[in-house]
Every structure is written in C-alpha cells, then in structure tokens.
C-alpha cells in the first residue's frame, strides 16, 4: 500500500490484489518459498485532487514470500511474510510542466495469519492425502508494517510511513473439479503523521488519515486431473477510503473501484510450480489503472526441505 493518494492512486491496484484458493488448507508443517515478479501499466486518475494531469506509471514489484501451516488449537492454520522491492517510471503534468520520476527502494513488509473455522481440522500428510474439501470458512489478518523506504518530502514513493490492518473472513465450496470463493473483509490504517510535508508545495508538517476501505473478491476456479493444475477467474471490488489532511476529510479520494482478471497454475514438478495472472481495472472511479502481469515461481515440501 502506499500512504493516501498513493495507495488510492498508484499502488492501490496492488493493495486490492486477487488471490484465489486464499483459504484452501494444506497438511501441517507444509511450506513453501515464492519469488513474484509483478508488472503494472496503466493511468492514474486524481479526479481532480491534485493538480496533476496526464498521469501514467509503469512499474514492477518483485516480491519474496514464504508460508508455513500449523495446528492452531486442532485447526489448520497457516502464516505468510512477503518481502516486496519495486522499480517504476512515472510520468504527468503540473500545473502545465512535465514531470518524470523513477523510484527504486523496499516496498513495505507484509504478514497474514489465517485460521479455518469450518471443514479444515489440522490434519498430517497421511490423513490429508485422503481428506476431500466440501465447504470451508476461515478468517484471516494481513498486516502490512511500514518498513519501506519512505520520503515525507515526496508524493511518490514505496513506503507508507503507517501501519495498515485488514481482518478478512472467507468462504470457499468444492464441488468436483470446481472451486468457488468469496472473501470479505477491511482495511483500516494509522495516521501517517509526516505526509508529504517540508517541500516547495508545503512548509510545514501535516498528517495524513484515511477512512477504512471495504473489499470483496470471488473467484471460481477448475481443476484438472492432474490436481496442482488449475485455472481461475477472478474478481474483486473495494470502497471507501476517503482521506483525511490536516483533519480536513476529501469526499474527491472515496474509491468505487473493481478488478476483473484470470490465474493459471501449472505443475513443473512434485515440489516446483509456476503460477501466472492477468487483472485489468473493470470500473475505476479514483485511483490507478493499470493493467497487470505476474508471475510466480513457487517451490513447496511437508516437513524439512528436500
């Protein structure tokens, strides 16, 4: 996420991600490491919020994550840490003069714990092996902690300089070789207290809050016979998120905004996979959009590592 207009505006694409089989559970002690390389291109639109016009970025956010799943209380649970680092040009007009910017740095860290509630008791290899989904419920937090590199004298940037929280519960039913999905949750954050303060357009200091901003996504995905092969298609819709300078709340910043997109996943080996999606802004009121390519290497194992 990035602080206020920035989240809304450039990386509120990636804050709003789509993420489908988030909440189908693994054996215990099953582990993976991903490296993602993810591609954005697209316009920004400010709506009038900053003097700002003709806006574009192209960026790319490299991201290393890892999971671990446990027994939480004879429940399957699993935590996730993600490490991201991004490189973009962007590119717009101020007050009638162009202007170019690239930005390099650490994006900010982020955690997610995640607990099944209904169909997905914590379960070894063995009797997993011969588990079958039907309908699973599980809850989850993701946080996002500002430990990005961040520049309270500039707008755009890779830091958010606060800490974002979003409590989420999610559903998803088997039926076949088929998958649906549906997630529900919030973001709410703290206040940057340095927002883009102490340069030629501001003085002094001033603080920067932004109002929770609500999520939904679905996914219906496919099977194949070969089990770690898949298929998705993928949506979601966020709202909200007005943001507050000084104390002084801008309704201009609320965001009406949907992405539309598809996620294949394919088998290289027992332990390697590769996973590639595609997401493109549906209806975009405030905010980035942009269109997205990632892809993912992914290389998972129960137990130790072999």
């Known amino acids: 996420m990035a602080a206020a207009l920035l989240f809304c505006g450039l990386r509120g694409v990636a804050a709003q991600d789509l993420s489908p089989r988030a909440y189908i559970i693994t054996p215990i002690n099953a582990n993976a490491v991903n490296l993602t390389s993810s591609f954005f291109d697209g316009s920004i ?7 700002a016009t003709d806006a574009t970025g192209t960026y790319n956010v490299a991201i290393f994550s890892v999971y671990h799943s446990f027994n939480f209380f004879g429940r399957s649970a699993n935590a996730v840490a993600m490490l991201p680092y ?7 007009e101020i007050a009638g003069a162009g202007e170019h910017l690239y930005r390099s740095g650490l994006a900010d860290t982020v955690y997610r ?8 008791p914590a379960m ?3 009797e997993f092996a011969k588990w079958k989904q039907k309908t699973l419920i599980g809850v989850s937090l993701k946080v996002t902690a500002p430990t990005g590199q961040y520049d309270p004298t500039k707008l755009i940037g890779w830091g958010t300089n606060r800490w974002a929280f979003k409590p989420e519960v999610g559903y998803s039913r088997r039926g076949g070789p088929w998958i649906l999905d549906a997630y529900a949750g919030v973001w709410f954050f703290t206040t940057n207290p340095v927002y883009w303060s102490n340069n030629m357009y501001y003085a002094g200091t001033r603080s920067l809050a932004q109002n929770p901003v609500g999520a939904v996504e679905t996914h219906l ?7 770690q092969l898949w298929m998705s298609l993928d949506g979601n819709y966020w709202f909200g998120g007005t943001t507050i300078i000084n104390g002084v709340e801008n309704p201009a910043t ?9 996620t294949v996943s394919i088998p290289v080996t027992r332990h390697n996979a590769v996973k590639v999606s595609y997401s493109d802004g549906a209806h975009i ?10 892809v993912s290497w992914q290389y998972s194992w129960v137990g130790r590592p072999r």
């Open 45 to 51: 639109d400010f709506n009038g919020v900053l003097p």
């Open 86 to 92: 991004g490189v973009g040009n962007f590119q717009g």
């Open 113 to 120: 714990f995640s607990v099944n509630l209904k169909g997905g």
């Open 124 to 126: 070894q290899a063995r």
């Open 221 to 227: 995905s496919y099977s194949f016979k070969k089990q």
């Open 254 to 262: 609320r965001a009406r905004n949907s992405r539309i997109g598809a």
């Open 285 to 294: 009121e405030f905010g980035g959009n942009y269109q997205n390519v990632s």
